[in-house]
Protein backbone atom coordinates (compact mmCIF):
# COMPACT_ATOMS: atom_id res chain seq x y z
CA UNK A 1 0.00 0.00 0.00
CA UNK A 2 1.65 3.12 -1.11
CA UNK A 3 1.74 6.02 1.81
CA UNK A 4 0.41 9.34 1.98
CA UNK A 5 2.08 11.21 -0.90
CA UNK A 6 3.18 15.33 0.38
CA UNK A 7 5.20 17.82 -2.12
CA UNK A 8 7.37 19.39 -1.78
CA UNK A 9 9.77 18.36 0.81
CA UNK A 10 11.12 21.81 1.67
CA UNK A 11 10.32 25.15 0.64
CA UNK A 12 12.05 28.47 1.76
CA UNK A 13 9.65 32.00 1.04
CA UNK A 14 9.95 35.48 1.95
CA UNK A 15 7.38 36.74 4.63
CA UNK A 16 4.37 38.15 2.68
CA UNK A 17 4.80 35.84 -0.22
CA UNK A 18 2.20 32.83 -0.67
CA UNK A 19 3.09 28.94 -0.60
CA UNK A 20 0.99 26.16 -1.68
CA UNK A 21 1.28 22.09 -0.41
CA UNK A 22 0.00 19.47 -2.48
CA UNK A 23 -1.10 15.86 -0.20
CA UNK A 24 -2.17 12.65 -1.92
CA UNK A 25 -3.84 10.31 0.64
CA UNK A 26 -3.99 6.78 0.48
CA UNK A 27 -6.30 5.40 -1.80
CA UNK A 28 -10.08 5.19 -0.68
CA UNK A 29 -9.55 6.93 2.55
CA UNK A 30 -12.43 9.42 2.91
CA UNK A 31 -10.77 11.33 5.79
CA UNK A 32 -7.96 13.64 5.36
CA UNK A 33 -6.55 16.09 8.01
CA UNK A 34 -3.68 18.66 7.74
CA UNK A 35 -1.53 19.60 10.72
CA UNK A 36 1.07 22.20 11.03
CA UNK A 37 3.94 20.78 13.70
CA UNK A 38 5.96 24.01 15.02
CA UNK A 39 9.66 22.83 16.25
CA UNK A 40 9.30 21.74 19.44
CA UNK A 41 5.96 21.06 19.61
CA UNK A 42 3.38 18.28 18.54
CA UNK A 43 1.17 18.27 16.04
CA UNK A 44 -1.86 20.71 15.41
CA UNK A 45 -4.51 19.87 13.88
CA UNK A 46 -5.60 22.81 11.02
CA UNK A 47 -8.40 21.43 8.99
CA UNK A 48 -10.25 18.15 8.77
CA UNK A 49 -11.96 16.87 5.70
CA UNK A 50 -14.40 14.13 5.25
CA UNK A 51 -14.44 13.48 1.52
CA UNK A 52 -14.59 17.10 -0.17
CA UNK A 53 -16.66 18.43 3.03
CA UNK A 54 -14.93 19.84 5.90
CA UNK A 55 -15.09 18.34 9.46
CA UNK A 56 -13.41 20.87 11.49
CA UNK A 57 -11.44 23.78 10.79
CA UNK A 58 -11.71 25.64 13.81
CA UNK A 59 -7.58 26.04 14.10
CA UNK A 60 -7.71 27.21 10.37
CA UNK A 61 -6.02 31.19 10.45
CA UNK A 62 -8.82 31.48 7.61
CA UNK A 63 -7.60 34.90 6.79
CA UNK A 64 -4.39 33.63 5.74
CA UNK A 65 -4.78 30.10 5.24
CA UNK A 66 -7.38 27.69 2.98
CA UNK A 67 -7.54 24.42 2.14
CA UNK A 68 -9.65 22.51 -0.55
CA UNK A 69 -10.05 18.99 -1.15
CA UNK A 70 -11.41 18.60 -4.68
CA UNK A 71 -13.43 15.14 -6.01
CA UNK A 72 -12.37 13.90 -2.16
CA UNK A 73 -9.16 13.17 -3.20
CA UNK A 74 -6.23 15.20 -3.33
CA UNK A 75 -5.56 18.35 -0.93
CA UNK A 76 -3.84 21.60 -1.27
CA UNK A 77 -3.15 23.97 1.39
CA UNK A 78 -2.36 27.27 0.44
CA UNK A 79 -0.84 30.38 2.49
CA UNK A 80 -1.24 34.32 1.70
CA UNK A 81 0.80 35.52 2.75
CA UNK A 82 2.99 33.76 4.74
CA UNK A 83 4.63 35.13 8.04
CA UNK A 84 8.01 34.29 9.79
CA UNK A 85 5.99 32.21 12.08
CA UNK A 86 4.57 30.01 9.93
CA UNK A 87 7.54 28.53 10.09
CA UNK A 88 6.63 24.68 10.61
CA UNK A 89 6.55 21.19 9.07
CA UNK A 90 2.94 20.60 7.49
CA UNK A 91 1.76 17.04 7.62
CA UNK A 92 -0.89 15.40 5.81
CA UNK A 93 -2.55 12.49 6.80
CA UNK A 94 -5.22 10.16 6.30
CA UNK A 95 -7.23 7.20 7.89
CA UNK A 96 -10.32 4.66 6.79
CA UNK A 97 -11.87 4.28 9.94
CA UNK A 98 -10.09 6.10 12.60
CA UNK A 99 -9.62 3.15 15.20
CA UNK A 100 -7.00 2.43 12.47
CA UNK A 101 -4.77 5.24 12.95
CA UNK A 102 -3.89 8.01 10.89
CA UNK A 103 -1.20 7.63 8.47
CA UNK A 104 0.89 10.42 8.30
CA UNK A 105 2.66 11.96 5.09
CA UNK A 106 6.71 12.90 5.93
CA UNK A 107 5.08 16.27 5.86
CA UNK A 108 6.52 19.86 4.20
CA UNK A 109 9.28 21.42 5.79
CA UNK A 110 8.54 25.36 5.08
CA UNK A 111 10.88 28.25 6.07
CA UNK A 112 9.87 32.01 5.89
CA UNK A 113 12.43 34.53 5.98
CA UNK B 1 -9.03 21.91 28.67
CA UNK B 2 -8.02 20.00 25.43
CA UNK B 3 -4.69 20.32 26.77
CA UNK B 4 -2.59 17.08 26.86
CA UNK B 5 0.57 17.21 29.24
CA UNK B 6 3.76 15.20 28.57
CA UNK B 7 6.71 14.83 30.16
CA UNK B 8 9.71 14.26 30.28
CA UNK B 9 10.78 16.75 27.36
CA UNK B 10 13.69 14.34 26.95
CA UNK B 11 14.85 10.94 27.81
CA UNK B 12 18.70 9.26 28.14
CA UNK B 13 18.11 5.75 28.42
CA UNK B 14 20.90 2.70 28.59
CA UNK B 15 20.26 -0.06 25.89
CA UNK B 16 18.25 -2.55 27.40
CA UNK B 17 16.81 -0.39 30.37
CA UNK B 18 12.98 0.73 30.66
CA UNK B 19 12.37 3.91 29.29
CA UNK B 20 8.52 5.83 30.44
CA UNK B 21 7.23 8.51 29.18
CA UNK B 22 4.13 10.01 30.86
CA UNK B 23 1.03 11.92 29.83
CA UNK B 24 -1.74 13.85 31.82
CA UNK B 25 -4.97 15.32 30.22
CA UNK B 26 -7.74 17.51 31.53
CA UNK B 27 -11.04 16.77 29.20
CA UNK B 28 -12.60 14.04 30.75
CA UNK B 29 -14.34 13.52 27.70
CA UNK B 30 -11.71 12.09 25.91
CA UNK B 31 -12.00 7.79 24.89
CA UNK B 32 -8.78 7.42 22.73
CA UNK B 33 -5.32 7.65 23.74
CA UNK B 34 -2.59 6.83 21.40
CA UNK B 35 1.18 7.10 21.05
CA UNK B 36 3.04 7.97 17.67
CA UNK B 37 6.71 7.23 17.11
CA UNK B 38 8.50 9.93 14.74
CA UNK B 39 11.91 9.37 13.39
CA UNK B 40 13.77 12.96 12.41
CA UNK B 41 12.25 13.71 8.68
CA UNK B 42 9.38 11.86 8.88
CA UNK B 43 5.94 11.93 10.15
CA UNK B 44 4.51 10.69 13.14
CA UNK B 45 3.27 6.80 12.52
CA UNK B 46 0.71 4.88 15.54
CA UNK B 47 2.60 2.90 17.52
CA UNK B 48 -0.16 1.57 20.20
CA UNK B 49 -3.35 2.80 21.54
CA UNK B 50 -5.69 2.38 24.34
CA UNK B 51 -9.60 3.35 25.39
CA UNK B 52 -10.19 3.67 29.17
CA UNK B 53 -12.03 1.01 29.48
CA UNK B 54 -8.59 -1.37 30.35
CA UNK B 55 -6.26 0.08 32.31
CA UNK B 56 -3.27 -1.66 30.10
CA UNK B 57 -2.35 -2.83 26.52
CA UNK B 58 0.47 -4.33 25.68
CA UNK B 59 2.14 -4.97 22.17
CA UNK B 60 5.73 -6.55 22.28
CA UNK B 61 8.11 -4.50 24.13
CA UNK B 62 5.51 -1.38 24.34
CA UNK B 63 3.32 -1.44 26.84
CA UNK B 64 0.53 1.65 27.80
CA UNK B 65 -0.80 1.89 31.45
CA UNK B 66 -3.50 4.27 31.80
CA UNK B 67 -5.04 5.84 34.97
CA UNK B 68 -8.51 7.16 34.78
CA UNK B 69 -9.06 8.61 37.84
CA UNK B 70 -5.82 10.28 37.71
CA UNK B 71 -6.41 10.91 34.30
CA UNK B 72 -2.93 10.02 33.41
CA UNK B 73 -1.50 7.54 30.91
CA UNK B 74 2.20 6.64 30.15
CA UNK B 75 4.10 4.83 27.87
CA UNK B 76 6.65 1.93 28.61
CA UNK B 77 9.76 0.48 26.18
CA UNK B 78 10.82 -2.74 27.82
CA UNK B 79 14.62 -3.87 26.92
CA UNK B 80 15.17 -0.12 24.87
CA UNK B 81 17.34 -0.80 21.80
CA UNK B 82 19.03 1.99 19.94
CA UNK B 83 16.61 1.75 17.21
CA UNK B 84 14.17 3.00 19.37
CA UNK B 85 15.85 6.47 19.43
CA UNK B 86 13.22 9.18 18.25
CA UNK B 87 10.44 11.35 19.26
CA UNK B 88 7.57 10.22 21.35
CA UNK B 89 4.29 12.15 21.51
CA UNK B 90 1.22 10.87 23.47
CA UNK B 91 -2.15 12.01 21.80
CA UNK B 92 -5.78 12.37 22.95
CA UNK B 93 -9.62 12.10 21.20
CA UNK B 94 -12.87 12.66 21.34
CA UNK B 95 -15.80 10.29 20.15
CA UNK B 96 -13.49 7.03 20.03
CA UNK B 97 -10.79 8.44 18.04
CA UNK B 98 -13.34 9.71 15.10
CA UNK B 99 -12.01 13.55 15.85
CA UNK B 100 -8.99 15.83 15.99
CA UNK B 101 -5.83 14.24 18.18
CA UNK B 102 -4.91 16.61 20.62
CA UNK B 103 -0.88 16.08 21.06
CA UNK B 104 1.38 16.30 23.36
CA UNK B 105 4.53 18.19 23.22
CA UNK B 106 7.01 15.60 22.77
CA UNK B 107 9.69 13.57 24.47
CA UNK B 108 13.38 13.11 22.84
CA UNK B 109 14.16 9.66 23.71
CA UNK B 110 17.97 8.52 23.22
CA UNK B 111 18.66 5.02 23.77
CA UNK B 112 22.70 4.68 24.47
CA UNK B 113 24.92 2.09 24.15
Redesign the interface.
Known amino acids: EAGVAQSPRYKIIEKRQSVAFWCNPISGHATLYWYQQILGQGPKLLIQFQNNGVVDDSQLPKDRFSAERLKGVDSTLKIQPAKLEDSAVYLCASSLEFRDGYTFGSGTRLTVV | QQQ?K?SPQSLIVQKGGISIINCAYENTAFD?F?WYQQFP??????LI?IRPDVSEKKEGRFTISFNKSAKQFSLHIMDSQPGDSATY?C?A?LN??????T????TRLTIIP
Do not use: C, D, I, R
Open positions: VQYPGKGPALAFASFGNEKLFGTG
